[in-house]
Each structure stands twice: as C-alpha cells, then as structure tokens.
C-alpha cells in the first residue's frame, strides 16, 4: 500500500504542529513540519510577496521527500503540518496576490484526507508568525470557503487534548480503511 498525505490545515495557533506530531507519533506515520516556521527562523522575518511562491515550493518538496521516507520505511501514512493551500490564502491576505490558488488547487487533490482545525483554542503570540486573532479569523474562513467551493473532502477538528487528538485519529482511521 502506498503512503497517503493528511493535510492539517488551519489558521495560526490552531494546534496543527502539535496534532500533526501526535498523529505521526501514535499512528506510526512521518510528520511533515511547516517550511514556513523554518523559514522565519531563519530569515529572522516573514516572507515577502516575491517569497511565496518559494514558501509553496518548499513545502511540497518536503512532503514529495517524506512520502519517499514513508515508502522505504513501510510506514503508511504522512502528516503534512499545513497545505500548499494555506500559502495561497496568506499570500491573498497579506499581499492581495490570488496567483498562488491555481497552483494550491491542483496539489491538494494529493491528500487521501483534510483535517480542518478549528481556531477554538487560545490564540498565543509566537514570534514573527503570528497576526493576531482577527486575522486567524479571517484566515480560518477562506480556508473553509476554499474547501468548500474546491468540494475537497475534509473533516473539522475541534476541541483541545485528548479529544482533538482522538477525534483527528478516528477521522484518519475511517478515511484509510
């Protein structure tokens, strides 16, 4: 059986690194970390306009490497810490740039299953990433709009601990078997 892609897809502090690792971690899978954290790390700010599409590429190259992982260490399932997708909807928001959503489309037909991640814990400053709460509202509905209107199947994750871990894994158990 080939590896399948989960996407964890939210706005900022919606837990998705936390979740995606859980996930990694107890069902045996690889975890995908967002390129966009390491990124900022590194540059020691947030991309530019020009920088997007880079951020785009770079996510989906390291997923292509995980998915390679996967297959050589017969591991089944790869959990992607964001989506091509959440690129798209920032670049839109910050910069007024629509150009990334052609491309976003076209790659998240990829994942076996979206996990939609509710902005439902608190919202926690974390350096150079984080806008602010308003923003992840507004964030948190294009992404449900964008799902929605690309017919992509995916599931809301709600809740904190324990009970979003176990609702993410049962939505994972039943979309792959």
Do not use: N
């Amino acid at each position: 059986m080939a590896p399948r892609l989960i996407c964890l897809i939210g706005a900022e502090c919606t837990g998705k690194t936390t979740l995606a690792q859980a996930l990694a971690t107890q069902m045996g899978g690889l975890w995908v970390p967002e390129y966009l954290r390491s990124f900022t790390e590194q540059q020691g700010r947030t991309p530019d306009r020009c920088e997007q599409l880079h951020i785009l590429e770079q996510q989906v190259r390291l997923e292509a490497a995980a998915l390679v992982a996967a297959r050589q260490q017969q591991r089944h399932l790869v959990f992607c810490d964001t989506a091509p997708l959440l690129t798209a909807i920032y670049s839109d928001c910050v910069f007024g740039d629509a150009s990334l959503y052609p491309q976003a489309h076209g790659l998240h037909a990829r994942y076996a299953l979206t996990l939609l991640l509710e902005p439902d814990l608190p919202w926690v400053a974390d350096g150079l990433q984080r806008d602010g709460a308003v923003v992840r509202a507004a964030v948190h509905a294009r992404i449900e709009r964008a799902l929605s209107e690309w017919a992509w199947p995916h599931v809301r994750i709600a809740g904190t601990g324990d009970a979003r871990l176990q609702a993410a894994r049962d939505a994972v158990l039943l979309a792959t078997h």
